[in-house]
């Protein structure tokens, strides 16, 4: 059974960093699409970025420049470095994977961590 664990969340002042893991255990396939959503209080989830099997990336356009999405193959770990947050940044993050190419969407989520940004 695939199971994702998100950690790192916390509460971090504007302006600050903090990096978030996502442990994958039960799924042999490690290249496939994986990527970390966000949904804030009242708001509908979103995508935050995402890496594809070929390893390309994308990110969300509010997140660019701030944020980088990584990978770890051989421990199965999926990464969010997140830089100069800010208030907005505030919500509940997730990791998924999917099955394929990113095109394909998640099949597999995690229960989330959250992440709380004070001005």
């Known amino acids: 059974q695939v199971h994702l664990m998100e950690s790192g969340g916390g509460s971090v002042q504007s302006g600050g960093s903090r990096r978030l893991s996502c442990v994958v255990s039960?799924?042999?396939?490690?290249?496939?699409?994986m990527g970390w959503f966000r949904q804030a209080p009242g708001k509908e989830r979103e995508t935050v970025a995402q890496?594809?099997?070929?390893?390309?990336?994308e990110y969300q356009a509010a997140v660019k420049g701030r944020f980088t999405i990584s990978r770890d193959n051989i421990m199965n770990v999926l990464y969010l470095q997140m830089n100069s947050l800010k208030p907005e940044d505030t919500a509940m993050y997730y990791c998924?994977?999917?099955?394929?190419?990113?095109?394909?969407?998640?099949?597999?989520w995690g229960k989330g961590t959250l992440v709380t940004i004070s001005s």
């Open positions: 039960g799924y042999t396939d490690r290249r496939v699409c």
């Open positions: 890496i594809d099997k070929d390893g390309s990336v």
């Open positions: 998924a994977t999917g099955r394929s190419w990113c095109q394909y969407g998640m099949a597999y």
